[in-house]
């Protein structure tokens, strides 16, 4: 008998891109807000290789701190389509509100990509492999409030961004999270909030 050789399949490794608009618009990974602003954050990544898969979840996984309150979704797009108002079918919201806000802790939100109408927070993007082209660009944008409990001066107001996918053919609820990346919005201590009255 002959050893004709062997194939090792390897998942390709799945990585972040996490900026916070500037004064200028411009992306940064550190910004400065007065209490009571709101702030933009892009999350940028690729759509993982799912070759081989029966089922495959795809997410992106935000922790904002305590002084940063999650405002919307204001963009979706997969390669070159706008996928902003395809809720429901091409991405989901899940917010975990009972999730403890700590840096690189339990998320305190997802973006869920082709999401299981059937078991919430659950993804499949076999079951929609046409809108989600191997390797394509994924671009979220959305909008967080600095509030009242922000850090003032010192350390900052944080933001860790991950993603969560499947990484085992043999069951795809076993999920790799990426590398995180943060951002940090500063405030100054003369920069005091007033609650509406």
């Given at each position: ?13 799945v990585t ?8 200028d ?5 550190s ?5 009571g602003?709101t702030v933009t ?6 759509v993982?290789?799912?070759t081989?898969y029966d089922?495959f979840?795809?997410?992106?996984a935000?922790t904002?701190?305590?002084g940063?309150?999650?405002g919307?979704?204001t963009?979706?797009k997969?390669g ?8 429901g079918s091409?991405?989901t919201l899940v ?10 802790g339990?998320p305190?939100?997802?973006i869920?990509?082709a999401p299981d ?10 079951a ?17 409030t600095?509030?009242q409990?922000?850090v003032i ?12 996918y ?6 795809d609820t076993d999920l ?6 943060t951002?940090?919005t500063?405030?100054g201590?003369?920069l005091?909030y007033?609650?509406?009255?």
């Amino acid at each position: 008998s002959y050893t004709l050789g062997t194939v090792e399949y390897k998942v390709s490794d799945v990585t972040i891109t996490k900026t916070v608009a500037g004064a200028d618009g411009a992306p940064v990974s550190s910004n400065e807000a007065q209490i009571g602003d709101t702030v933009t954050f892009t999350l940028s990544t690729t759509v993982p290789n799912y070759t081989g898969y029966d089922r495959f979840q795809f997410k992106l996984a935000d922790t904002l701190s305590s002084g940063l309150t999650l405002g919307t979704i204001t963009g979706v797009k997969i390669g070159d389509a706008d996928h902003t108002a395809d809720k429901g079918s091409i991405w989901t919201l899940v917010e975990h509100p009972d999730d403890p806000k700590a840096d690189g802790g339990t998320p305190t939100f997802e973006i869920v990509f082709a999401p299981d109408a059937a078991q919430r927070g659950a993804s499949n993007l076999v079951a929609r492999s046409g809108d989600f082209p191997i390797g394509a660009a994924v671009t979220v944008t959305y909008t967080a409030t600095l509030n009242q409990n922000a850090v003032i001066m010192g350390a900052g107001n944080t933001n860790t961004a991950a993603v969560l996918y499947s990484h085992n053919p043999n069951d795809d609820t076993d999920l790799e999270r990426s590398v995180e990346e943060t951002t940090t919005t500063y405030t100054g201590d003369c920069l005091l909030y007033t609650s509406p009255s």
